[in-house]
């Protein structure tokens, strides 16, 4: 156990307080294991080592002589030796038992408390859960999610990774994360996909555009106009070019950017118009410029989450996902363009 306690030591600046008590009761439990030593015969040692009374000891644990003789018995045979010197009159530690009973204490409070912490979070009383998600989700419908898990769950602390979709796949095949929102990819290798809805790209104009005054966009009077757009390797941009080249166009991009935000502002002060998932309409009225739907080519992709095919999640991912796929209408939290270009009340 001297190791163990040098371990412990060492990994105690490092790793998070539930990360250490599961190491806490992986080490007990594996000590239990070696020397062949229970919970319930190290709380009887412990009884008659404090009180240096068998019939004192059991009326503490509430349990018969005959069971506390034989648990102490069971345990002096898998040490290999007498903890105890009994007579007529007095029972006392052997040297083995002092040394015993100066580790039971601590043996016991570290299993109780990462036993209490472990129920704490089965229980959703405590806990944490990381998730990724492409940014354009991240940013616009995400947090009202995460409003709905709150309610319910207001302890458990969530860490969003805003990534761009294929590092979001990769953060869940590396079991850096527990859960994934992104766009539906074209393969996916030992993950599961669950879908929320199909999200429908929509144009962004500036608010004087002459494309404003029509009920919906063609692609070719996009590419008529200058064109701004994400960077490689965003998922937008992706789709976008595929969707040019299905209308038979090259995408051209005379303006590119890494974030949304810069998307929508460049756009409102005229610099050019985009195409952007439709959940980011009401980010794009926000930042000044105007949505429409668009005709022809539909550029529309399931959005959802993914996890592990190969990990179980944890209690808190689980409540989380739950949450997420319990969403009826995930459109109805991503308000779609009204005519004219601006987002509908909500």
């Known amino acids: 156990m001297v190791g163990g306690r040098w371990l412990l030591v060492n990994v105690r600046w490092s790793l998070g307080k539930l990360d250490l008590l599961i190491l806490i009761f992986s080490i ?144 869940i095949q590396g079991g850096r994360v527990e859960l994934g929102i992104a766009f539906e990819p074209y393969g996916v290798d030992r993950l599961r996909f669950s879908p929320f809805y199909t999200d429908r790209f929509v144009a962004v104009v500036p608010p004087g555009s002459r494309l404003r005054g029509g009920d919906a966009v063609a692609w070719s009077e996009l590419a008529a106009e200058r064109f701004i757009t994400l960077q490689r390797p965003s998922a937008v941009r992706l789709l976008l070019e595929r969707a040019f080249a299905e209308s038979g166009r090259e995408l051209a991009a005379d303006f590119e950017c890494h974030q949304l935000a810069t998307l929508g502002r460049m756009v409102a002060h005229g610099l050019g118009v985009s195409a952007v998932p439709g959940f980011c309409v009401q980010q794009m009225v926000e930042l000044g410029a105007c949505c429409l739907p668009l005709h022809g080519v539909r550029l529309e992709r399931r959005i959802g989450l993914f996890t592990s095919a190969e990990r179980r999640l944890s209690t808190a991912a689980q409540a989380l996902c739950e949450v997420l796929l319990g969403i009826a209408d995930w459109e109805q939290l991503a308000p779609r363009p009204a005519a004219g270009g601006r987002a509908p009340q909500a």
Not at 57 to 78: D, F, G, T, V, Y
Request: glycine share 4%.
């Open 28 to 171: 007990i439990d594996l000590f239990s294991k070696i020397i062949g030593m229970t919970v319930k015969q190290l709380k009887a040692f412990l009884a008659v080592a404090q009180t240096l009374s068998f019939v004192q000891a059991c009326e503490r644990l509430h349990l018969s002589q005959p069971a506390l003789s034989l648990a102490i018995k069971a345990l002096e045979n898998s040490l290999g030796g007498p903890l105890f010197v009994r007579s007529s009159r007095s029972v006392q530690l052997t040297p083995e038992g002092e040394v015993l009973l100066a580790m039971a204490p601590r043996l016991l409070a570290d299993w109780d408390n990462a036993r209490d912490l472990l129920r704490q979070h089965f229980e959703l009383h405590i806990g944490r859960v990381s998730i990724a998600a492409i940014p354009s989700f991240a940013g616009n419908l995400l947090p009202r999610a995460l409003s709905l898990f709150l309610r319910d769950y207001p302890r458990i602390s969530v860490a969003v990774h805003d990534v761009i979709n294929e590092e979001v796949l990769e953060m």
